[in-house]
């Protein structure tokens, strides 16, 4: 079971997202639970502003620091050890491995940052994380968020029909995921491997492994800096090489 709780000026972004696919299952099977705290909820004046004017002036308006910091407050801890994590193009790139060990965790608080930014003591004094989906900028962080919801609890033991399906999927065993084929086995002439039809499932995992270093060879090369091939595998590929 792991809980989210989403810090957000627009929490009605995340309805239709929550509410669909294997999410939606999760929660209603009580493996996950995603809870949406409004900060403008704890905004004091008659207005609700949640943002303000930068000091020494420029462009956009900044997240003020005291709703976000009320609206933490109000929300309850099941460790001393929760990552709050703000959504920022600042902070650490998103990745696989990031998501395996956020899914260790019982609760994960985001903050989703918005218009030009948010007051820098939210950083300093209110987070203990940081984390961007990319080198770009997006209107807010919500769907920064939706993404690490998505990513994360996919990991949480049941979300997923097949436990093997996380285990294998790109990025989770250092490669990018080996091809897929389905029925029909031949469609507009355009066919299967025929060893995958065989049914012999040591040559069939010797393939899809093959064919996983294949792929990454050609479109992720990067990926092979983790130490992921075997002497074996690594003078196979300087043989096709040659």
């Not at 949640?50 to 997240?63: K, S």
């Not at 650490?92 to 019982?106: G, N, S, W």
């Not at 790109?170 to 029909?184: A, I, K, N, Q």
């Not at 995992?205 to 294949?214: F, M, S, T, V, Y």
Request: aromatic residues 8%; glycine residues 8%.
């Amino acid at each position: 079971m792991i809980r989210f709780d989403i810090l957000t000026v627009f929490p009605e972004m995340f309805v239709s997202p929550l509410g669909c696919s294997l999410l939606k299952k999760a929660a209603e099977r009580g493996l996950l639970s995603v809870h949406l705290h409004d900060i403008r909820n704890h905004a004091e004046d008659k207005h609700r502003m949640t943002d303000d004017a930068p000091y020494g002036g420029g462009g956009g308006m900044v997240m003020k620091v005291e709703p976000i910091d009320r609206a933490l407050q109000s929300v309850p801890r099941t460790g001393a050890e929760t990552p709050i994590i703000l959504m920022t193009p600042q902070g650490e790139r998103f990745c696989q491995k990031m998501a395996e060990k956020l899914a260790e965790y019982p609760q994960i608080i985001l903050v989703c940052g918005h218009y030009e930014g948010v007051d820098e003591r939210v950083r300093t004094y209110l987070v203990n994380r940081e984390i961007s989906i990319g080198d770009y900028v997006l209107t807010g962080g919500e769907l920064s968020a939706m993404v690490i919801v998505d990513a994360v609890s996919r990991l949480v033991p049941g979300v997923l029909g097949n436990s093997e399906s996380a285990a294998t999927d790109s990025f989770s065993m250092g490669l990018l995921e080996y091809p897929h084929y389905t029925r029909p086995a031949e469609y507009r002439d355009w066919g299967v491997p025929e060893l995958l039809l065989n049914g012999n499932h040591r040559e069939i995992e010797e393939w899809r492994r093959r064919a996983a270093i294949l792929r990454t060879r050609e479109k992720r090369p990067d990926l092979f800096l983790d130490g992921v091939l075997t002497a074996q595998e690594k003078k196979w590929l300087e043989d096709l090489a040659e």
